[in-house]
T-cell receptor, first 115, second 115 residues
Framework: AQTVTQSQPEMSVQEAETVTLSCTYD???????LFWYKQPPSRQMILVIR??????QNATENRFSVNFQKAAKSFSLKISDSQLGDTAMYFC????????????FGKGTKLSVKP | KAGVTQTPRYLIKTRGQQVTLSCSPI?????VSWYQQTPGQGLQFLFE???????NKGNFPGRFSGRQFSNSRSEMNVSTLELGDSALYLC??????????????FGNGTRLTVT
């Protein structure tokens, strides 16, 4: 069975600095999807970034980028120029091939951005 | 375009009762997935519906059921409520699920408290 591990329950960063959130996963599949979702206090899960396993190039979305290491089964999220609005729970998620809406989530990392 | 709408936002029920939660997906989205979020277990997949058919189901007891209507709106039902069913229930929609490589769009969730 696939598993997703986020080893950092909580992290904090100063505004404007860079922070990296870790995620590792376990799978025997070759093709799959990886996601980072953000859940602010409003509770709504918001997609931050997505990576397709067959693409070697790391995905980027503005201040958010990933370091995808397929052989190591690692998928870390880097947030540059952190903003107060980045304060949230961040969840790493694994999408098996043909999973049809069934994502496997990590337990999350609570990120606090301090002024 | 309106986002995923979940109703009600909060719900308090007594052990043994049953409850129905509602989810209206983004217009044009045909896939609806349900997740249970608790502090202890994190986010767990309940089931996914596409074109009124359940396509995938998580590892939950039969007390948890769902359905999808022809307009893609979905409901989930929990019968004989237990204290452990207290959780945030999240609904997510996508155009066609993981096979189309489309990400999930989540609603704000329904907070269910069982007393």
């Amino acid at each position: 069975a696939q598993t997703v591990t986020q080893s950092q329950p909580e992290m904090s960063v100063q505004e404007a600095e860079t922070v990296t959130l870790s995620c590792t996963y376990d799978t025997s599949e070759n093709n799959y999807y990886l996601f980072w979702y953000k859940q602010p206090p409003s509770r709504q899960m918001i997609l931050v970034i997505r990576q397709e396993a067959y693409k070697q190039q790391n995905a980027t979305e503005n201040r958010f980028s990933v370091n995808f290491q397929k052989a190591a089964k690692s998928f870390s999220l880097k947030i540059s120029d952190s903003q107060l609005g980045d304060t949230a729970m961040y969840f790493c998620a694994f999408g098996p091939p043909g999973s049809q809406g069934n994502l496997i989530f990590g337990k999350g990392t609570k990120l606090s951005v301090k002024p | 375009k309106a986002g995923v709408t979940q109703t009600p936002r909060y719900l308090i029920k007594t052990r043994g009762q049953q409850v129905t939660l509602s989810c209206s997906p983004i217009s044009g989205h045909r896939s609806v997935s349900w997740y249970q979020q608790t502090p202890g277990q994190g986010l767990q997949f309940l089931f996914e519906y596409f074109s009124e058919t359940q396509r995938n189901k998580g590892n939950f007891p039969g007390r948890f059921s769902g359905r999808q209507f022809s307009n893609s709106r979905s409901e989930m039902n929990v019968s004989t409520l237990e204290l452990g069913d207290s959780a945030l229930y999240l609904c997510a929609s996508s155009p066609a699920g993981m096979r189309s490589n489309s990400p999930l769009h989540f609603g704000n969730g329904t907070r269910l408290t069982v007393t």
